[in-house]
């Protein structure tokens, strides 16, 4: 027993013993202060595309290092954030950091670096360099190289040595090419690698190297692109040329392909991208019935196979659906907002009698969704038919369901939520539905209505008109 008591009394000593040894410990440091011994770059001058070799030592007598956060900066912008480790009571970095060349870089601009030495009391440091020099490359010569295929190269003429802007004219390019632009071309008018080449970077001009892409050009509204224009302070396009005249005349068969590319699913539809003018009548030949057979939002119908044009001189897309004999119209596939809105959802269709239904929470052709009219600014309007029954699901809400959207496609963060605009009732735009327009399960809604939303008060409106 007595030897019991005493193993017992020896592990309990034990454990306090234990405990004890590793109990963290906090160590205090005095008040103290980093500082920043030296810190230099190497160079008096770099070009845009260059490096710069930073050298930085810091120490605090007392409390130990922390963190060594570098910020390089170049007309207001980061171009680096770095934050390193440091430890002890000295360290010393070297550091090579790039300085990219991108649009808006003047030329003749200091490049700073801003330094802050952290110790382990979280007491910072600051400091500044900034006795580098960035200039812009030099461009003696630009060239606009299209693709194999898409014409011949064509040297630019700096027309405004302030604005670094580059021209070109009597080009003979379609209106829809590829193209790079370089400072050197080869013998046979190429791309020459050694100079500086731009091409698409994300969705704007870089510079690019061999594995980088061609800039898209197109312009739908000229008859070629004979003018072109390029900014080398903002690194963007234009182009330009003799503006087509709108269309007159639409035969559904000999100007409207079968199998359209900018539809997912494609089958039934012939279409193509046609340039229309504002209260341009348009004689159609193919259609029969067109009040019941075109897009009520861009046409009015003035005869019995004539139509005014109602959205804004532009290029469109029509879509003609050949098993019911229907004309669609809408904005091209890339267009976004504020300039188009689009539908998808469920309970919807073309507003063509006899009436049905045909959309789906997808993407794949006019049958899915649906491209609204802009009428003004902020102000967008389409016609569909609407039909609501009660979900199976027990869900309150029935089946006719939709939302806009600010592309044709899934885009999240970019939808129009109406739950924080007035609606018109039967139309509901409840909080609880992200934003979808809604209608309760016991709402007989079956009809064409007009709808029209307005950015500017706020308000969704449905006007049936059948």
């Known amino acids: 027993m007595k030897n019991s008591m005493k193993l017992l009394f020896l592990m309990f000593v034990s ?42 030592a810091v120490s605090d007598k007392i409390a130990p290092l922390s963190t060594l956060l570098v910020r390089v900066v170049v007309n207001n912008e980061v171009v680096v ?50 006795t580098t020099i960035a200039k812009r490359p030099v461009i003696t010569d630009l060239y ?11 040297k630019l003429t700096l027309v405004n040595a302030d604005s670094l802007l580059y021209k070109a004219t009597g080009l003979t390019y379609s209106t829809n090419f590829k193209y790079k632009l370089a400072t050197k071309i080869d013998k046979f008018k190429r ?34 692109i004979s003018i072109y224009q390029f900014n080398a302070l903002q690194f963007t396009a234009k182009v330009g040329g003799k503006l087509l005249e709108p269309v007159k005349t639409l035969d559904v068969i000999a100007d409207l392909a079968p199998n359209p590319a900018t539809l997912n699913t494609s089958k039934d539809f012939r279409g193509a991208t046609i340039y229309f003018g504002e209260n341009v009548e348009v004689t159609f030949t193919g259609i029969t019935n067109l009040d019941n057979n075109i897009s009520p939002d861009y046409f009015e ?45 469920t309970g919807y269709g073309r507003p063509q009698s ?22 003004a600014e ?16 027990g869900n309150i809400y029935g089946k006719c369901d939709f939302k806009f959207f600010h592309k044709r496609g899934w885009w999240d963060g970019h939808e129009l939520w109406v739950d924080t605009y007035t609606l018109t009732p039967p139309f509901l ?38």
């Open 301 to 345: 119908v003035t005869g019995a196979n004539t139509a005014k044009f109602l959205g804004k001189t532009g290029v469109y897309k029509a879509y003609y659906y050949v098993p019911t004999g229907y004309l669609y119209i809408e904005p091209l596939p890339d267009a976004l907002y504020p300039e188009a809105v689009w539908v998808c959802g």
């Open 429 to 466: 735009g409840p909080a609880d539905v992200k934003g979808n327009v809604k209608l309760l399960g016991e709402s007989a809604v079956d009809g064409v209505y007009r709808f029209t939303v307005n950015e500017n008060n706020k308000t969704f409106t449905a006007e049936k008109i059948k």
């Open 378 to 393: 902020g102000i967008y309007q389409v016609t569909m038919y609407c039909k609501n029954a009660p979900n199976t699901d």
């Open 354 to 375: 006899p009436f049905v239904t045909t959309s789906s929470w997808n993407w794949n052709s006019p049958l899915d969704y649906y491209g609204t009219r802009k009428i």
């Open 15 to 56: 454990a306090i013993f234990w405990a004890c040894t590793n109990e963290d410990v906090v160590v205090r440091y005095a008040t103290s202060t980093p500082k920043i011994d030296t810190a230099t770059v190497t160079e008096s001058q770099i070009t845009y595309g260059d490096s710069i070799h930073l050298k930085i």
């Open 191 to 224: 791309v020459d690698w050694t100079g500086l080449v731009f091409g698409k970077v994300g969705t704007g001009i870089g510079l690019i190297d061999q594995t980088g892409e061609s800039i898209a050009a197109f312009d739908g509204t000229l008859v070629g």
């Open 144 to 154: 606009i190289v299209p693709d194999l295929g898409s014409g011949t190269a064509a």
């Open 81 to 130: 954030s770095e934050k390193i480790r440091t430890a002890g009571n000295k360290s010393s970095v070297n550091r090579t950091y790039g300085v990219p060349f991108v649009p808006n870089r003047p030329d003749n601009e200091p490049i700073k670096v801003y330094i802050t030495s952290t110790n382990v009391s979280g007491i910072e440091k600051d400091s500044i360099v900034s």
